[in-house]
């Protein structure tokens, strides 16, 4: 997987970009765990799979974590 950062530096340097390797998740990892992984992430993705971790069910970024927690917080301080 590579950032938009990479993506950027090589288009620009008319390169083929530096791949990293993708953070992989079950389906069945908690939420926390998910969280800390993304977070760790290099790229800022974490690609969901089945058990296997053949098939890709989904790709989850920092961003999605971002406007998950700001949903939440918004819920919050409306039921105050």
Known sequence: I???EELARA????RAP???????CPPGESIRASQT????SVTG?????DESGRTLLGIVT???L???QMALADREAGKS
């Open 2 to 4: 590579a950032s938009r």
């Open 11 to 14: 288009a620009a340097e008319r």
């Open 18 to 24: 530096k791949l990293d390797p993708a953070e992989i």
């Open 37 to 40: 992984r993304l977070i760790q």
């Open 45 to 49: 993705t974490l690609a969901i799979t």
């Open 62 to 64: 920092l961003h999605d």
């Open 66 to 68: 971002l406007r998950a």
